[in-house]
């Protein structure tokens, strides 16, 4: 008996960091969509993008490659199907949301070694990165209030060019297609 007891308060103990990180992280994505905390925000059971077309599609992105790679996809999806994703400028006319902030107190100083075989060079060189958490999510309106469609978080290198919300997107695009195939 008792250990069973042990399990569940174990078990409890390692739920409620998790809960809090969730609670955090809805936290930090209704403060990038600027809406109130009355709107229910949740991952969705079985990912569907809204019916409706065009798609519209805000993003928001303190990242200017982030921004025009996903622009670069919806010209790409335009040029094969015309007026099926349109960006918009105000989020309240938006049906998807595509966000991807840097996270607050990640940001650091890295220093990478590379060998050289070259004499002249010495032993090696060093060069200085800076890299930091980003998260990112690809967001649908239903009729309950907020999905959470797609979401991925990643280390990366600040400057270097940002693929990561595309791909998000490109994936909830093809994955909706499917599952509207069948």
Same mark, same amino acid.
């Given at each position: 008996?008792?250990?069973?007891?042990?399990?569940?308060?174990?078990?409890?103990?390692?739920?409620?960091?998790?809960?809090?990180?969730?609670?955090?992280?809805?936290?930090?994505?209704?403060?990038?969509?600027?809406?109130?905390?009355?709107?229910?925000?949740?991952?969705?059971?079985?990912?569907?993008?809204?019916?409706?077309?065009?798609?519209?599609?805000?993003?928001?992105?303190?990242?200017?490659?982030?921004?025009?790679?996903?622009?670069?996809?919806?010209?790409?999806?335009?040029?094969?199907?015309?007026?099926?994703?349109?960006?918009?400028?105000?989020?309240?006319?938006?049906?998807?949301?595509?966000?991807?902030?840097?996270?607050?107190?990640?940001?650091?100083?890295?220093?990478?070694?590379?060998?050289?075989?070259?004499?002249?060079?010495?032993?090696?060189?060093?060069?200085?990165?800076?890299?930091?958490?980003?998260?990112?999510?690809?967001?649908? /309106?239903?009729?309950?209030?907020?999905?959470?469609?797609?979401?991925?978080?990643?280390?990366?290198?600040?400057?270097?060019?940002?693929?990561?919300? /595309?791909?998000?997107?490109?994936?909830?695009?093809?994955?909706?297609?499917?599952?509207?195939?069948?």
């Amino acid at each position: 008996m008792s250990k069973v007891l042990l399990l569940s308060v174990a078990i409890l103990v390692l739920m409620i960091p998790a809960a809090a990180q969730n609670a955090d992280e809805i936290a930090a994505l209704r403060k990038h969509l600027g809406i109130p905390d009355g709107v229910s925000i949740a991952p969705a059971a079985s990912p569907q993008l809204p019916g409706e077309r065009p798609l519209t599609v805000f993003i928001h992105t303190g990242d200017q490659s982030a921004t025009a790679e996903v622009q670069k996809l919806v010209n790409e999806i335009n040029k094969k199907q015309a007026g099926t994703v349109e960006l918009v400028t105000e989020s309240t006319k938006a049906s998807v949301w595509l966000i991807q902030y840097e996270v607050p107190g990640t940001r650091r100083k890295d220093t990478d070694t590379a060998n050289s075989m070259d004499p002249h060079l010495g032993g090696g060189q060093t060069h200085n990165t800076y890299k930091a958490e980003v998260r990112g999510y690809v967001v649908a /309106r239903n009729g309950n209030g907020l999905e959470i469609l797609g979401r991925f978080k990643k280390d990366v290198i600040l400057g270097d060019r940002r693929m990561e919300l /595309r791909d998000a997107f490109n994936k909830v695009l093809k994955d909706s297609s499917k599952s509207e195939k069948h």
